[in-house]
């Protein structure tokens, strides 16, 4: 849930944070007033770990006084009295929780998952205090039943009826027994979704594969082994390598490690991650799905899948599943398609074994070599990190005219954290943009865009800019080389920064409506849409030049890289089509008693045909966008349904131009919107029809 007063979203998390020690004058908590820093980015390095339950104690308190004020107000409901202040119920709370949500996932510490799993279940307990008001509900009910007639601007209708809808899925019109009984399925679930997390964090941690033979890393690049060998030295093993499930060490192994054994054994371990032992999700997962159904119920829904889809674009789990099988049933056919390739360069090169999941990524690599004489290892060298920074940089720029200036001195809880002042196309202030792309132990696994600050316009005409962050987990750069980024991870950087665009360029008047505070299935349009860009040959003769010599990469490369842009697509495609399809089935099974979570996957494969060579993008017990909070639950296909739209979206860039002054000038009208428009209307406006999976079918190389 959404709290509806605070820019953020309720994502439970297990990590943590760095502290700076204690100084020897009088300590003040940097949360109980407003930053004093450059743009009020959070002062890392003054906070220290005790600061955080006391600020937080405040901010309720402040929350709880601003409520109250709201209630009693004698005056009738308003817009202004009722609606607005909500946005606005305590800065000490949105400050506090800003950065213990953040920094949980991006560097943790065993201190700070204390002070979470403290703060939590208590901040889901203010929520549901807040949202079951019933005084407070009446109010917003009053002027919900008069909105039309109030002389209501777009977006205050829009407003109104998005806080009457949030109070609504959360409680308020149920009876006092049912509210009871949401306030503690809502806790125990956000205490699972912390276990769940932390359960995954120790698992990934856990997890190594020690090398001590040189010849068994045959084909592994250079840039991994080094980094598997500073690895095994962190960990007290020097002179052998480790290799971790951290993307950058994971998916090396996988797709050009020549001993099969090892490739065996990293599929295995991360396909078996977090299923066993003192960290099995399994039984908490099982415990998620029943209390969800609970919560659905409560909440007089069939499912929980039917509870969530209807927020949203899509409105019913049924819409979802035909997008997904539209797109499922091509994508198993490529593979097929696919795998026959493989076995038949696997016989060539005289092996006598059949193509088994270990072996996809390998031979996909083994293919995309042979067919398009691409060899990642030679492109790898023109996308350092820098360079690639440059690139998004570059696009920013063409496309909406912002520029990006470090801040030397800026506030970081990381040294790897780099910070950058956003300036708009006349040299004014725009947004923070911070960044901190490299893997460490103490981050989870992945990639995302977040907010410390939102963006919005006050009462008095002032305005509040953004402060967006990115995190990635690629290598960490060597003593020999920088971090060198491979195309996947090249698109993910490109996918990341337009999340970061969405909240950097948001214009939305009101605090609620802001940057990514859209529905979940248009969120990811902006941010896969401008993962066209990375490849685009006029952009890549701006930033893709190589570490070492300054070279700008060949044409012959850049022709080969978009040659292959469509292979291996099946796989790709299936992976997570696939997942998106186990998330909704998980979302509609309303479990009685004990069962078998990984017998239940199974069943979804083999209902669904899954190919034997592949499995889910993400198995159960390690898929966080699911289990480690509500935010993807029932709503992982969010990522295809907006790839409809960009796929689509793109093709106007195709037939104008990629840097498309007019085409961009409408694009930049969706991302500044927020949610201050229906984002279907926006789309409609942009592009001047309505989207159809034929531009994401040929996109993806599954039509004809």
Known sequence: MRPIFMGFCLAAAATAVSVSSCSKKQHENPFLKPYETIYEI??????????????????????????????????????????????????????VMGVLMSLTEAHSSPELIEVSENLLPRYTAFNDELMMNQGLFNRVKEIYDRRDSLGLAHDEIRAVEETYRQFARNGALLPADKQEQLK???????????KFNKNLLAANNAFEIVVDNEADLAGIPASTVANAAEEAKARGKEGKWVFTLHAP?????????????????????????????????????????KTRAE????????????????????????????????????????????????????????????????????????????????????????????SVTKGIFTMAKKL??????????????????????????????????????????????????????????????SVE????????????????????????????????????????????????????????????????????????????????HHYQTGELIPDSLVQKINAAAKHNMGFMTAELSGAALLDLNWGHLNPEGDFDVMAFENSVAEKLGMPEQLTFRYRSPYFKHI????????????YL?????????????????????????????????????????????????LPTSDALLRQRGLTD
């Open 42 to 95: 959070p002062p890392f390095e003054d906070i220290l770990i005790e600061d955080y339950i006391p600020a937080f104690d405040a901010g309720i308190a402040e929350a709880k006084n601003s409520i109250d004020s709201i209630v009693n107000n004698p005056e009738a409901p308003t817009f202004a009295n009722t609606i607005l202040p909500l946005d606005y119920l305590s800065p000490t709370l949105e400050r």
């Open 184 to 194: 503690a399925v809502n806790s125990r679930l956000t205490d699972l979704y912390l």
């Open 249 to 289: 060490s994971r998916l090396p192994v996988l797709q050009y490690a020549d001993n099969r054994d090892l490739r065996e054994k990293m599929w295995k371990g991360y396909t078996n991650n977090a299923q066993s032992g003192e960290n099995n999700n399994c039984p908490v997962i099982a415990e998620i799905v």
């Open 295 to 386: 919560k659905a119920s409560i909440m007089g829904y069939p499912d929980f899948a039917s509870y969530m889809t209807e927020q949203v674009m899509a409105k019913t789990p049924q819409a979802a599943e035909d997008l997904l099988m539209s797109i499922w049933t091509p994508a198993k056919a490529k593979v097929e398609k696919e795998v026959a390739e493989m076995q038949a360069l696997s016989d060539k090169l005289g092996n006598d074994f059949k193509i088994a999941p270990w072996d996809y990524y390998y031979f996909a690599e083994k293919v995309r070599q042979d067919k398009y004489a691409l060899d990642e290892n030679e492109i790898r060298p023109y996308f350092a990190v820098d």
């Open 400 to 461: 909406y005219g912002i520029t990006f200036e470090p801040i030397a001195d800026a506030p970081r809880y990381h040294p790897d954290v780099k910070v950058y002042d956003v300036k708009d196309p006349e040299g004014k202030h725009l947004a923070v943009f911070i960044t901190d792309y490299f893997t460490r132990a103490s981050k989870r696994q992945g990639a995302w865009m977040e907010e410390l600050k939102t963006s919005w316009v006050n009462t008095d005409g």
């Open 465 to 544: 800019r953004p402060i967006v962050y990115n995190v990635g987990n690629f290598s960490k750069p060597t003593a020999d080389a920088p971090s060198l980024l491979t195309i996947d991870e090249v698109q993910t950087m490109f996918h990341e920064f337009g999340h970061g665009l969405h909240g950097m360029l948001s214009r939305a008047r009101l605090k609620s409506q802001s940057g990514t505070k859209v529905d979940r299935d248009f969120v990811e349009f902006p941010s896969q849409f401008h993962e066209h860009w990375a490849f685009q040959p006029e952009l890549l003769k701006e930033y893709a």
């Open 627 to 638: 289990f480690g909070d509500e935010g993807y639950a029932s709503g992982y296909y969010t």
């Open 641 to 689: 349904w907006a790839e409809v739209l960009d796929a689509d979206a793109f093709d106007l860039f195709r037939e104008k131009g990629i840097f498309d002054p007019e085409s961009a000038a409408k694009l930049q009208t969706v991302i500044e919107s927020g949610s201050a428009e229906d984002p279907m209307v926006l789309y409609e406006t942009f592009r001047g029809h």
